[in-house]
C-alpha cells in the first residue's frame, strides 16, 4: 500500500532541516576562515628622521604590541610612546581589515596647515595578519586633506603597511586652524594563506560541504525507497 502525500511529508521535513543545518554550517565555517585583525598583536611605529618643525631632533616612538579590539587602540595621553605625540584630536583605529586615522594640523605660519613633523615623518604599522594571512593590497578612503595623494601609503611587505606625514596639507575648515583635520582609513585586502600541500586535515568548511553531499544523498534514497 503506496503512503500518502500526509505521511511523507513529516518523514521529508527531518532530511530537509538537516540540510538546511548543514548549509548553515558551512556558511558559519566559511565566513570564520576569513582573514581579521581583531585579537592581534600588531606594532605602530611614529618615525621622524628630522623631528618637527622648530626642532629637528629626531624621534622613532614604538608601540610594539597594540592588541587590536573595539575602540581606538592609540590615543592622545594615553601613556604609550606614540599617544604621546598625538594632538588632542587625533586617534589610530585598528579595525578587522582596515586602520583608520584622524590626523590634525599641528603648524601653520605658513598659511598652509600641516602635521608639524619634520622631512621624512612616517607611521609605518607591522605585524599586521602575520599568523593566518597577508596583504595583497589596500584601498583609501579619505577626507579634509587639500593635497591628498594616494602616493602617502605604501605597501612595504605583506605584513607592513606606511603612511607619509611630512607632506600632508588640511582643508582650511573655517574653525581655527587647530581644528582643521583630516580623515584616513586604509582599506586592507587580506589573503588567508592556504595549509602546506601535505596538510591532510580537511578545513572546516569543507568537513560541511561532505556532510551535505552525503546527508543530499540519503535524503535522496530515502525518497527513491518510499516510491
Same mark, same amino acid.
Given at each position: 500500500?503506496?503512503?500518502?502525500?500526509?505521511?511523507?511529508?513529516?518523514?521529508?521535513? !527531518?532530511?530537509?532541516?538537516?540540510?538546511?543545518?548543514?548549509?548553515?554550517? @558551512? @556558511?558559519?565555517?566559511?565566513?570564520?576562515?576569513?582573514?581579521? #585583525? +581583531? %585579537? &592581534?598583536? +600588531?606594532?605602530?611605529?611614529?618615525?621622524?628622521? *628630522? =623631528?618637527?618643525?622648530?626642532?629637528?631632533?629626531?624621534? $622613532? @616612538?614604538?608601540?610594539?604590541?597594540?592588541?587590536?579590539?573595539? =575602540?581606538?587602540? !592609540?590615543?592622545?595621553?594615553?601613556?604609550?610612546? !606614540? %599617544?604621546?605625540?598625538?594632538?588632542?584630536?587625533?586617534? !589610530?583605529? /585598528?579595525?578587522?581589515?582596515?586602520?583608520?586615522?584622524?590626523?590634525?594640523?599641528?603648524?601653520?605660519?605658513?598659511?598652509?596647515?600641516?602635521?608639524?613633523?619634520?622631512?621624512?615623518?612616517?607611521?609605518?604599522?607591522?605585524?599586521? &595578519?602575520?599568523?593566518? =594571512?597577508?596583504?595583497? %593590497?589596500?584601498? #583609501?578612503?579619505?577626507?579634509?586633506? $587639500?593635497? /591628498?595623494?594616494?602616493?602617502? +601609503?605604501?605597501?612595504?611587505?605583506?605584513?607592513?603597511?606606511?603612511?607619509?606625514?611630512?607632506?600632508?596639507?588640511?582643508?582650511?575648515?573655517?574653525?581655527?586652524?587647530? *581644528? *582643521?583635520?583630516? #580623515?584616513?582609513?586604509?582599506?586592507?585586502?587580506?589573503?588567508?594563506?592556504?595549509?602546506?600541500?601535505? *596538510?591532510?586535515?580537511?578545513?572546516? $568548511?569543507?568537513?560541511?560541504?561532505?556532510? #551535505?553531499?552525503?546527508?543530499?544523498? @540519503?535524503?535522496?534514497?530515502?525518497?527513491?525507497?518510499?516510491?
Amino acid at each position: 500500500m503506496q503512503p500518502s502525500n500526509l505521511e511523507l511529508k513529516p518523514r521529508l521535513a !527531518i532530511p530537509r532541516l538537516l540540510l538546511t543545518a548543514c548549509v548553515c554550517f @558551512a @556558511a558559519v565555517f566559511s565566513t570564520g576562515a576569513q582573514a581579521t #585583525l +581583531v %585579537g &592581534d598583536s +600588531v606594532t605602530a611605529t611614529l618615525s621622524s628622521p *628630522n =623631528g618637527i618643525i622648530g626642532d629637528p631632533t629626531p624621534f $622613532s @616612538a614604538i608601540n610594539s604590541s597594540v592588541l587590536v579590539g573595539a =575602540g581606538n587602540e !592609540i590615543t592622545p595621553g594615553d601613556g604609550s610612546p !606614540i %599617544g604621546t605625540w598625538l594632538l588632542s584630536s587625533e586617534f !589610530i583605529d /585598528f579595525q578587522a581589515s582596515a586602520i583608520s586615522l584622524r590626523l590634525a594640523c599641528g603648524y601653520d605660519s605658513t598659511g598652509v596647515c600641516l602635521t608639524g613633523y619634520g622631512s621624512g615623518a612616517q607611521y609605518i604599522f607591522g605585524s599586521l &595578519d602575520d599568523s593566518v =594571512g597577508t596583504i595583497t %593590497g589596500f584601498t #583609501l578612503v579619505h577626507s579634509g586633506f $587639500s593635497n /591628498f595623494s594616494a602616493s602617502w +601609503v605604501s605597501l612595504i611587505n605583506t605584513h607592513t603597511i606606511s603612511l607619509a606625514l611630512d607632506t600632508m596639507e588640511f582643508t582650511d575648515l573655517g574653525q581655527g586652524s587647530s *581644528n *582643521n583635520f583630516g #580623515l584616513l582609513t586604509i582599506n586592507l585586502t587580506i589573503s588567508r594563506d592556504q595549509p602546506p600541500p601535505d *596538510n591532510n586535515v580537511p578545513e572546516p $568548511s569543507s568537513v560541511a560541504l561532505i556532510a #551535505l553531499a552525503t546527508l543530499a544523498l @540519503a535524503g535522496t534514497r530515502r525518497r527513491g525507497k518510499r516510491q
